[in-house]
């Protein structure tokens, strides 16, 4: 790492797409981009503390705040698109069945364990507790929740066959150990448009800009569709 290194703050549904373009950064700027990958909420909570940062990548209502608020350059936002909440099980577990509110209860109340990332700063645990809410479940699955910091702790869940987790897709794609059974469905479902943003306060605001740039352009879509992403956002 280099006195020119970029410093990336990100929600932990973005890391695959950021981890990649770091590469691909420092091999055509000799550039290198160090990133801290974790729950949106715990991402914002860094920056707003006045932890190093020369882009950040969060929901796009949390970075359209900082915005706001003179925290990021608006000018500099990037969109990656949108990441579908979704489900999954170990590998090797039979994928269950998840088509409707219906089914959707029956797989979490037969779950051993229902891992999920952090219910208070994490988007997709913020939103697993309100959807165990509306199913009329959540007393009684309530012990058998398994809140981790982020999502991809929260996948950690190989060795139990009858665990299922739920966090955003691109998560699950990028974690070994489980397998994405699908989005949640409606009326649960929940598509979180991410976004990536220049900090206000970067002092490496050309390299910044530039990598920004290339988290949401043409050339990296196809990168962000295999990492999970659906599409830019309109």
């Known amino acids: 790492m280099t006195d020119e290194s970029l410093r990336v703050l990100s929600a932990g549904a973005a890391k695959a797409v950021v981890t990649a373009l770091a590469g691909t950064f420092n091999d055509a700027r000799g550039i290198a981009a160090t990133a801290t990958f974790d729950a949106a909420g715990t991402i914002r909570t860094h920056l707003l503390a006045g932890d190093p940062c020369d882009v950040v990548v969060l929901p796009k209502p949390m970075l359209q705040v900082l915005a706001d608020d003179g925290i990021v350059e608006r000018a500099s936002i990037a969109t990656l698109g949108r990441v579908p909440t979704s489900i999954a099980v170990p590998d ?12 959707l209860r029956v797989t979490l109340e037969r779950a ?123």
């Open 92 to 103: 090797g577990a039979a994928l269950p069945a998840i088509a409707d509110s219906a089914s």
């Open 112 to 234: 051993s364990a229902l891992h999920c990332p952090d219910l208070a700063r994490a988007t997709a645990g913020i939103h697993f507790l309100r959807m165990l809410h509306d199913l009329g479940i959540h007393d009684r699955v309530a012990s058998r929740i398994r809140a981790h910091p982020n999502g991809a702790a929260a996948m950690a869940t190989a060795g139990d066959s009858a665990a299922v987790g739920c966090t955003q897709a691109s998560e699950i794609l990028y974690t070994p150990g489980v397998t994405l059974v699908g989005p949640l469905p409606e009326p649960f479902a929940l598509a979180t448009d991410y976004q990536a943003a220049v900090a206000a306060a970067s002092d490496r605001v050309s390299a910044a800009r530039e990598f920004c740039a290339m988290l949401g352009d043409s050339q990296s879509g196809i990168l962000r569709r295999r990492s999970g992403f659906l599409s830019n956002a309109v």
